[in-house]
């Protein structure tokens, strides 16, 4: 059964509706959602509202944590415009739409398959292609792992497992992975 993979979303609701559609095209139904799916965009509420309809695994990404908590020991320096921007995000947001962020998971298991925003132990550790010491990412008992966080898309053999970073939904133009088994393509709409 092919199950979508999508990340990065940011707010971005005409993007994500895009994605949507095309995974309708292509007759997927099944997919998860890598994180950072609210904050940074001008739709949050909408892309919640569309997550909750489709009933779609979400990962709890950095910067959706960012909404309910500024970080007082963030690796990257937090600015004065992302402060901003979160405080217009907040004031688009209803009280059921922070819990439904609440309920967002660190890690999703899904029969081999374990998806994460930057690495199964934190979701500000990057992978990148020519990341040399991939421990964080070394998981026994998995197949597939699906991390984003770095908006790129590519695969790579982390020991026996296959890693997969779908690219960012909010990309122009938008990204996203299916994969069948283990199996990955890549998609841009």
């Not at 962020?101 to 081999?112: D, H, L, Q, V």
């Not at 010491?133 to 991390?147: H, K, N, P, Q």
Request: aromatic share 6%; with cysteine; glycine share 8%.
């Amino acid at each position: 059964m092919p199950l979508a993979l999508v990340s990065d979303i940011h707010g971005n609701d005409r993007a994500f509706a895009a994605v949507v559609a095309e995974l309708e095209r292509l007759g997927i139904d099944h997919a998860v959602c890598l994180g950072d799916a609210v904050q940074g965009g001008d739709e949050p509420r909408e892309v919640l509202d569309r997550l909750a309809a489709l009933g779609w695994p979400v990962v709890l990404g950095n910067a959706d944590d960012f909404l309910l908590d500024v970080p007082v020991d963030s690796p990257e320096p937090v600015t004065e415009a992302q402060l901003a921007k979160r405080e217009w995000t907040l004031a688009q947001l209803e009280p059921r739409h922070l819990e439904q962020i609440r309920s967002f998971a660190r890690t999703i298991e899904i029969g081999s398959l374990l998806a994460f925003h930057g690495s199964p132990s934190s979701y500000d550790d990057v992978l990148l292609p020519e990341t040399d010491d991939d421990s964080a990412w070394r998981v026994a008992g998995f197949e597939v792992l699906a991390g984003g966080h770095t908006h790129l898309q590519w695969t790579r053999a982390i020991g026996g497992a296959l890693y997969v970073n779908p690219g960012a939904v909010m990309s122009d133009p938008p990204e996203f992975a299916v994969l069948t088994g283990r199996s990955v393509s890549f998609h841009r709409i």
